[in-house]
């Protein structure tokens, strides 16, 4: 007989969290989307403003360009010219930065709340005539191509990662890292980041997100009165999930300079809507979180045969990975290594955690969660990140219900389900001497 499924948790709002978020909405006529939240406590505001728009939404041939107008994003507008934006934010006492990742771009500041309309009229510039040229794009080009050879082409852990998701990924936009291919990087074109800027940064494709000393009626006429009259864009074009199953184990070696092998192991995972993706998060802090957590007391403290282990479970709006990743020592076999964490996940698989594991787990993942909303800053950015990838901010006031709900049972059969051998792919690094001319090369091979 089939084992029945365990039943998913309620979704229960917190009570406590509903008390703090009596958030205003509206949506105006372009498609602008805007979340108010007003919290007097003191005379400061953040902004968020969220582009539904990562490397998810690119193709071959422009990979990276998610992230590369992230930087173009700072180069001036029609009304606030070139490095206008930092010096008029700065000057009022705010502070700025973005980031792009795999399903989202997002620009946010944090500034005192009387120069709230210089900022809304600073993000709306740009939103709607954001300068676009040739010298804009090569100034930055340099930028990115200098940022991805310290992080990916010289860093161990940007090599291996990269070679993980070509691995992981066959069909999926996900295979290509979100800095993008460097020939890609060098042959985006002015045309590129004009089409892309008129389809992706409109405002029926954004969010804002305004948290702090704000009068919610004021706030949405001066919204009103900055994004009102810019156009909207095209429908963005869907994203198709047309990644395969994975058939079985998926290998690769990399030779590069180093000290030590590493080890970085996926498995395959669910999308951020799915219930099994708050079960992971518990899993995911029961292995890894602290010193006194399973992996970390098995495999650093105990057995001695890794220096670091760590486990990397973020949400995705199409089905993610869940990322091992493991410092070894000098003369460690990566092999013995590996199947002693294959062994720990078997038997997590056979027996679960213990009680006081999964209590500790909940006990972090819910104090984590409140603290992020302790700050303005924290409770913008967690509303855009639930919203952009559970569809609704609100599903984020239920997670400490979520959490606390799971059984050890639902965490050990989501181990079982995700944690299977035929699901996994393997890159291993393998210190190698440097070139005797003094360059770094990277030989990496799939191993059948």
């Known amino acids: 007989m089939a084992k029945a499924q365990a039943k998913p948790a309620p ?109 809304l009229d600073l993000e709306s510039d740009r939103m709607r005539s954001l300068r676009i040229n040739d010298t804009a794009l090569t100034s930055e080009r340099q930028v990115v191509m200098e940022e991805r050879r310290v992080r990916v082409d010289n860093d161990i852990t940007g090599i291996m990662d990269e070679e993980l998701g070509t691995l ?36 029926n494709n954004a ?47 990399v030779r590069h300079p180093a000290q030590s092998p590493a080890l970085m192991i996926a498995y395959r995972g ?39 282990v760590g486990v990397d479970w973020g949400w995705r709006l199409d089905p993610g990975i869940i990322l091992f990743f493991l410092e070894l020592k000098p003369d460690s076999n990566p092999r013995e290594v590996e199947q002693a964490l294959y062994a720990e996940l078997e038997r997590l698989v056979k027996d679960g955690l213990t009680e006081r594991e999964l209590q500790k787990a909940k006990n972090n993942l819910r104090s984590d969660h409140l603290r992020e909303l302790a700050t303005n800053s924290g409770r913008a950015h967690a509303m855009g990140h639930y ?24 965490v050990r059969e989501v181990a079982r389900k995700y944690l299977a051998p035929e699901g996994r792919s393997v890159v291993t690094l393998l210190p190698s001497a440097p070139e005797a001319d003094g360059a770094e090369a990277v030989d990496a091979k799939e191993v059948a």
């Open 387 to 410: 919203e952009a990838l559970l569809g609704s901010w609100r599903d984020g006031l239920s997670l400490p219900s979520v959490y606390a709900a799971a059984t050890n049972e639902q």
């Open 11 to 119: 979704r229960v709002a917190d009570p406590i969290l509903q008390s703090l978020f009596d958030v205003q909405e509206a949506t105006l006529p372009n498609g602008l989307r805007v979340r108010l939240l007003a919290n007097p406590q003191t005379p400061v505001v953040s902004l968020y403003t969220f582009f539904q728009v990562g490397s998810r939404n690119e193709r071959p041939g422009i990979t990276g360009i998610s992230h590369l107008f992230e930087h173009m994003m700072f180069n001036g507008a029609k009304k606030y010219g070139p490095k206008k934006f930092d010096q008029v934010l700065e000057s009022n006492g705010g502070r700025s930065n973005a980031y792009t990742s795999t399903d989202m771009t997002v620009y946010y500041e944090d500034f005192a709340s009387d120069a709230l309309e210089t900022v």
């Open 168 to 203: 992981v990924w066959k069909a999926h936009a996900y295979r290509w890292p979100v800095i993008g291919w460097m020939k890609d990087i060098e042959n985006i074109t002015r045309q590129d980041c004009e089409q892309y800027f008129r389809t992706y940064y409109a405002p």
């Open 207 to 253: 969010v804002l997100y305004i948290v702090g000393d704000i009068e919610p009626k004021k706030t949405l006429a001066l919204v009103r009165k900055y994004y009102g009259d810019i156009p909207r864009g095209p429908t963005p074009a869907p994203v198709l999930n047309a990644e395969p199953d994975q058939k079985g184990e998926r290998r690769a070696e």
């Open 270 to 308: 669910p999308a951020a809507r799915e219930q099994d993706t708050f079960l992971l998060d518990i899993l995911q802090y029961a292995l890894t979180r602290g010193e006194g957590s399973r992996l970390v007391k098995k495999l650093v403290y105990d057995t001695q045969l890794a220096v670091s």
